[in-house]
């Protein structure tokens, strides 16, 4: 059985998306939001439902099952947890300038609010219904630029002074492979560093996507 090697307590929109593909090339399979949606048959959108509602205890070998790394919501959340969970697991904290990080996460948040008119479909409902839980979760009220930014610094600041430092990368995208490879001990691949900045346009694509695949139901593809 697999187990968690590296920890993303980073929030998505601080380039998760182009981190996820980085550490899979590494040899890491990597948990993102995306594997929430594709494993609802699973019962993952049901089960960080309930941990958004207060429910104690989650499977998490079981969640987390074939994959040695985690980035993004929903994991994020519960770096603490899992560092307990996992205390062999190293902590990686993606960061990016406050400003740039709203502008992104209130776009995503403005977009993904599109999935309510797929509600028809359950499996879409489920998983607008988890996401709204979540942001009441982490930022405890609406979209709000002072108040949301002020939790994405509070955050940072939090990981830094919970996670031991010989635990920790606090990493930019920006950055490439050097500082990722070092910390992890792996060579640099012969590859350019993925850069999977998804625009609102690959969102809404996403979207439309993974509502035909809910849609199919059983005859859809997926994990």
């Known amino acids: 059985m697999h187990s968690l090697e590296i920890i993303g307590a980073g929030y998505g929109r601080t380039g998760t998306t182009s981190l996820k593909q980085a550490l899979e090339i590494l040899g890491y399979p990597c948990y993102h939001m995306e594997e929430v949606a594709k494993r609802h048959a699973g019962g993952h959108i049901q089960h960080w439902d309930d941990k958004f509602s207060g429910k104690q205890g989650m499977p998490w070998d079981t969640l987390f099952e074939g994959f040695t790394a985690t980035v993004d919501f929903p994991a994020c959340s519960f770096y603490r947890e899992l560092m307990e969970a996992y205390p062999d697991a190293r902590v990686l904290l993606s960061v990016r300038d406050a400003e740039g990080w709203w ?48 939790r994405y610094e509070a955050h940072n600041a939090e990981v830094k002074g919970a996670v031991p430092a010989d635990r920790l990368l606090v990493y930019d995208v920006k950055q490439g492979w050097r500082p990722l490879c070092a910390w992890l001990g792996k060579p640099v691949p012969e590859v350019p560093f993925p850069h999977a900045n998804a625009g609102m346009d690959d969102v809404k694509a996403k979207i439309r996507d993974g509502a035909i695949q809910f849609f199919l139901g059983p005859f859809g593809r997926r994990p």
């Open 103 to 150: 502008k992104s996460f209130s776009a995503l948040m403005r977009t993904s609010a599109t999935t309510r008119y797929f509600f028809f479909i359950p499996p879409m409902r489920r998983f607008y219904a988890m996401t709204r839980k979540l942001q009441q979760y982490v930022f405890g009220g609406p979209l709000e630029k002072e108040a949301y930014i002020r």
